[in-house]
């Protein structure tokens, strides 16, 4: 008689951390949407039609546009009031000209972050290249909207969610890195000097890498199907980020996933071609997310007027609700 009643009552608790424990998913999960919708197109436009003017005079690697680029994203974290880590109102990872070897002038990564409530020695690392190619020597401005003014602006808007979060006491659990690279246009600089020089959050405690490059237009090959992303290398180091991925997306958005450059045979090798690789690099999990190329790749006509914001607006919230779970659980997810 006792062994039932003791079976009995080991049931309810079982049922009731159940209970407890669908809660608290679903109110995270509503959380999450909440904090999402606060990414829009109006303000991911509003922003490009600056970053990628001809202001910023195609944001060359340690030319005077790049310092403006810099300048405007700077301001746009102490605007929000999300601190840097390096220093107190110190927002640049100085990269000198020595670390450069094609003759580009000294250069700055630019680092903000949201400080992790119960795991703050974890990070989750968005990234995103803010430097692109410059003058074309007949005079003409290479913006760059999409590579990467739209990846840099989803950043900013991704950084905007987690602080309202954050600000009603719903901060994330791990700590998030916003990371903007310089250098990716010439050899994947910013990024390498990040992984192998100075790495603010060691590399050991950082959980994942989402790298985004590229995600405001639509490819030849989705003419007629607009909802899709390439991601690529999300199963190469975990398979466990992969689910995560995919279960995300199920949830929230049903965009296609499209892996075909995750092929290990690609021959456009886009895996070895964007900053996440020097984290994949240090065995640290990633994910690139990429609309693929189109007529106006590294052209002056690649401005902010031929940007799809509502599929900016789509994607960006993807990426935002998978940092979110990944600086969210319980466990941080495994290298394989």
């Not at 003409?140 to 990846?151: L, V």
């Not at 995750?262 to 021959?267: A, G, I, S, T």
Request: charge should be negative; proline fraction near 4%; hydrophobic fraction near 35%.
């Amino acid at each position: 008689m006792k062994k039932t009643i003791l079976l009995f009552c080991i049931a309810i608790l079982i049922a009731g951390c159940s209970t407890c424990q669908n809660k608290n998913t679903a109110n995270n999960a509503a959380k999450a949407t909440e904090y999402a919708k606060t990414i829009t197109a109006n303000n991911l436009k509003e922003a490009l039609y600056i970053y990628a003017s001809d202001k910023f005079e195609g944001r060359k690697t340690g030319e005077p546009g790049q310092k403006k680029a810099i300048e405007f994203i700077k301001n746009h974290y102490v605007d929000l009031g999300i601190p840097s880590p390096i220093a107190d109102g110190d927002y640049f990872q100085d990269i000198p000209e020595t670390f450069f070897s094609n003759n580009a002038k000294a250069s700055e990564n630019v680092l903000a972050y949201i400080k992790g409530s119960e795991k703050p020695d974890e990070v989750v690392i968005i990234s995103a290249h803010l430097d692109h190619i410059g003058i074309s020597k007949n005079g003409s401005i290479n913006n760059g909207a999409d590579d990467d003014g739209s990846g840099t602006v989803a950043i900013l808007e991704i950084a905007k969610a987690f602080k309202a979060a954050a600000d009603k006491g719903h901060g994330p659990k791990r700590s998030v890195l916003f990371l903007h690279v310089t250098g990716e246009e010439i050899g994947l600089y910013g990024s390498r000097y990040y992984t192998d020089i100075d790495p603010i959050f060691p590399l050991k405690n950082t959980v994942a890498n989402l790298n985004i490059d590229m995600i405001g237009r639509v490819d030849p090959k989705h003419e007629n199907q607009r909802n899709y992303l390439y991601l690529i290398g999300s199963d190469k180091l975990s398979k466990e980020l992969h689910d995560v991925s995919e279960a995300v997306n199920k949830a929230y958005f049903n965009i296609e996933f499209d892996y075909t450059y995750n092929d290990d045979n690609d021959p456009n090798r886009f895996y070895y071609r964007s900053d996440h690789y020097n984290f994949a690099k240090k065995n640290i999990p990633i994910i690139f997310y990429f609309n693929g190329t189109h007529a106006d790749y590294h052209k002056p006509t690649d401005t902010p007027d031929k940007i799809q914001y509502d599929l900016l607006e789509t994607r960006a919230r993807l990426i935002f609700h998978t940092a979110w779970e990944l600086a969210n659980r319980d466990k941080r997810i495994k290298v394989d």
